[in-house]
């Protein structure tokens, strides 16, 4: 049963900010600790909204240890191999089962599918843990603890207002995030942004297993299978196309690649990212919305201010090209549960010193490892994008050289365990 809402001023050990793909990884990794949890959650109903499909062997191993990987196989799809071409030729291909591991591929579903996954065992870890509506407005780092003001979403009385108390503070509340901007900590643009346009299509029957993808003179297009005979498609564009449709991407794709991503039929399922319409609605509908989203690069300029903890999007803002953000964010969660078990450790009066000096200790390295993950997926994530800009001339000549030298012995293994994140 879950909590009267009297208990809500009881202390906590973690209280997270945020119920998104990052912010459950972390409730079910302390909950599986046995901690003392509560997590609050702005929506008040779980997103129905596709964002990040791509799960990555690091990713997998973490599902695994709170008890939610089989399930999750049995729906998604298991990418084995990528492909790259220009101009209709192959230019090369990587094996994702030669990189070694238990998991030698990456699983691709829907976030929402994911979410769902990680939400239904939350529940069966700790009933009642999650406080859905409810938004955050202030928080006081008191030195032992951290209180966190709220509001219920929707309401403008007193009534309306709560407190949560915890030992720490953990924000999970993504690119945008409340918590971030209340513990003062900084947060600072990295290189050039980008835009694109994306929708989810029914698959045309091509290598249903191969991700592919097109580097091409105008820029690029990526294509990934899905679940349920669906593929994404992803096409850079040279400005943000809001209002456009699924033939306007559909067009885009014909143009660049030669190929009908939609076909006669027209069966479409466009549950990309914001601004998507309801998947029943869309389904065989050309006029359909694409999703349009805008790519830009962040770094928090800490991740650990007192007893506040980020994880996340609310960290680093990743560009989702490569698909590293949830997965890197669940790496995150990962290598902070056993940071805030050994903080949370009770100790004898006369030893609470060299706990607490163990604990910062701890959670310096957390911040210290998980900011230098986050800088070198900036990077690799930069170089991504930067392979898909609109290329001519020389610089194709170059770039197409290059793509071929990488798939290539003995480079093909590294770049396959690059893009498989085996690096985090």
Request: hydrophobic letters at 45%; a positive charge.
């Amino acid at each position: 049963m879950p909590d009267s809402p009297d208990a809500e001023a009881r202390l906590r050990d973690v209280i997270i900010v945020g119920a998104g793909p990052v912010g459950m990884m972390l409730a079910c990794q302390l909950a599986v600790r046995g901690l003392d949890i509560v997590v609050v959650e702005r929506r008040t109903e779980p997103s129905l909204l596709s964002r990040a499909i791509g799960i990555h062997p690091p990713g997998l191993r973490a599902l695994e240890q709170i008890g939610v990987l089989d399930d999750l196989l049995a729906d998604a799809v298991k990418i084995s191999e990528g492909e790259v071409s220009c101009d209709g030729a192959l230019m090369g291909r990587l094996s994702f089962t030669r990189v070694g591991g238990r998991h030698p591929f990456v699983a691709a579903l829907p976030q929402y599918e994911t979410e769902s996954l990680l939400r239904a065992r939350f529940a069966q870890l700790c009933p009642g843990g999650l406080r859905e509506g409810v938004t955050v407005s202030g928080l006081l780092d008191q030195g032992d603890r951290v209180e966190l003001h709220t509001t219920d979403v929707g309401s403008g009385t007193e009534s309306g207002v709560r407190s949560f108390c915890g030992r720490f503070v953990v924000g999970a509340d993504g690119a945008r995030s409340r918590v971030r901007a209340a513990a003062g900590i900084g947060w600072r643009t990295y290189g050039r942004g980008a835009s694109y346009l994306m929708a989810d299509l029914a698959d045309r029957g091509v290598r249903s297993s191969t991700a592919r993808l097109f580097f091409e003179r105008a820029g690029v297009v990526e294509s990934f299978p899905l679940p349920a005979g669906r593929r994404r498609w992803v096409a850079l564009t040279e400005s943000l196309m809001l209002d456009s449709s699924v033939s306007d991407l559909a067009a885009l794709i014909r143009d660049r690649v030669g190929e009908d991503a939609v076909g006669r039929g027209g069966g479409t399922t466009p549950d990309g990212a914001d601004g998507a319409s309801d998947v029943a609605r869309a389904a065989g509908d050309r006029r359909a919305p694409a999703s349009a989203f805008a790519v830009q690069q962040r770094l928090a300029d800490r991740m650990v201010s007192g007893r506040v903890v980020l994880v996340g999007d609310a960290a680093h803002e990743i560009s989702p090209i490569g698909g590293q953000g949830m997965n890197l964010g669940w790496l995150d969660a990962v290598a902070l549960a056993p940071v805030l078990e050994l903080a949370l450790q009770p100790g004898p009066s006369d030893q609470r010193a060299a706990a607490a000096a163990r604990a910062a200790a701890a959670l310096a390295g957390y911040e210290r490892t998980r900011l230098r993950a986050a800088r070198m997926a900036v990077r690799q994530a930069g170089f991504n994008m930067a392979m898909g800009r609109p290329a001519t001339g020389i610089r194709l000549t170059a770039r197409n050289a290059l793509v071929r030298t990488l798939a290539l012995p003995p480079t093909r293994g590294l770049l396959a365990r690059a893009f498989t994140m085996r690096w985090l």
